[in-house]
């Protein structure tokens, strides 16, 4: 029995309400998880610091990034949507581009700073374009152009983006490329507190998935440098950072390629310090240092979209101490639909597109007062 376009048009209509009633978002509103630590927003850090300029670090994730992301991002943060705003970020000679914009809350510049480093592995990252879905062709046929095989829609989707444009991030970093990818964080980042030295808690950081563990690298490896100006650059970010905030934690499954499964045989399931672990031990001998500057509390908040194929949950036991407040966000990025699926590739790379994820991120839980 065949049905007529205006039948398929009637059963559609029918159909949509029930799909739409089975589509949900569970964690929006956000659900901070049960003992998670109150945290503070960029407004507190406004309002208590001393008038000096407020540096706001962004460090995007796996997957490529352009000028775009730091835009948005920006804009979900300070709620303003710029009509003026760059197009393309500035390109440095070591390959990371840089978005640099400045607002003033409450009478305080907040410059942002966001670090586009996709340029370094999009080399690397091309080699796999043959793969990527294209017009399915008879591949066993001489002169029918490249092979592009058929693929399931949802498949090609998720292989070309999760894959071969975002996990091969995170195999190129775990690699040879590692420490040229570190060291151009460490060149970018040292510039950024080189020009504006002064102030406690002047320093917030929103990094996203990979870009978390390149970060945290960079900075370890900066508090460890044998290079005075790098270590004192080092030791001042280390001082002035008042706020860091992940999104898309991926620091358990990429701390397994750190860990030497031959050297503990007896004792497999013990967990070696991962990279933002050792930052945050390095910081602490700094502030033991004899004549050194006491350090204060600083607030880690981890948000996770549990439908997030590539993320994972903070656990704050694993950070929690008198120098550091931990929180675990709940997030839903997209729609979960049918109970079913949500958007694998929105999941991971729509934190900052989260309007509530912006909110949280400006004006911290429970949320400041002078938010609107």
Avoid at 120 to 145: E, H, I, M
Wanted: net charge neutral.
């Amino acid at each position: 029995m065949r049905h007529s376009p205006s039948n398929w048009l009637r059963l559609l209509t029918l159909l949509t309400p029930g799909l739409l009633a089975a589509c949900t978002t569970p964690y929006r509103p956000p659900a901070v998880v049960r003992d998670s630590a109150p945290f503070p927003g960029i407004v507190n850090l406004v309002q208590t610091g001393s008038k000096h300029p407020l540096d706001v670090i962004l460090v995007h994730g796996m997957c490529t990034h352009d000028a775009s992301w730091a835009n948005h991002g920006i804009d979900r943060i300070t709620g303003v949507v710029s009509a003026n705003v760059p197009e393309q970020a500035a390109a440095a000679p070591n390959g990371i581009q840089l978005v640099e914009r400045t607002q003033q809350i409450g009478g305080t510049p907040v410059r942002f700073h966001a670090l586009i480093w996709s340029p370094l592995t999009a080399p690397l990252k091309r080699q796999l374009d043959y793969d990527n879905t294209g017009s399915p062709n008879d591949c066993s046929q001489a002169g029918s152009g490249e092979c592009k095989p058929k693929r399931a829609w949802l498949n090609g989707y998720v292989k070309d983006r999760l894959l071969n444009d975002c996990l091969s991030d995170a195999v190129i970093y775990e690699g040879a490329s590692r420490n040229a990818i570190r060291d151009a964080m460490v060149e970018s980042v040292s510039r950024i507190i080189e020009s504006n030295p002064n102030g406690d808690h002047t320093l917030a950081v929103v990094a996203e998935s990979l870009g978390s563990k390149i970060l945290f690298d960079a900075l370890s490896s900066m508090l460890e440098s044998r290079q005075p100006r790098t270590q004192a650059l080092g030791q001042q970010a280390a001082r002035r950072l008042g706020l860091l905030y992940m999104a898309g934690n991926q620091l358990p499954i990429l701390g397994l390629a750190e860990q030497d499964l031959e050297r503990r045989p007896d004792n497999r399931s013990a967990t070696a310090p991962d990279s933002l672990q050792r930052f945050l031990e390095l910081r602490r001998r700094q502030a033991a240092a004899p004549l050194a500057e006491s350090i204060a509390r600083l607030a880690v908040v981890a948000f996770t979209d549990p439908n997030d194929l590539l993320s994972y949950r903070l656990l704050p036991a694993r950070y929690a101490a008198p120098d550091v407040a931990v929180a675990d966000v709940l997030v839903s990025n997209a729609r979960t639909w049918l109970g079913l699926i949500e958007d694998p590739v929105a999941a991971h790379l729509d934190y900052l597109e989260n309007p509530e994820v912006g909110e949280l991120i400006a004006c911290g839980y429970p949320r400041a007062s002078s938010c609107r």
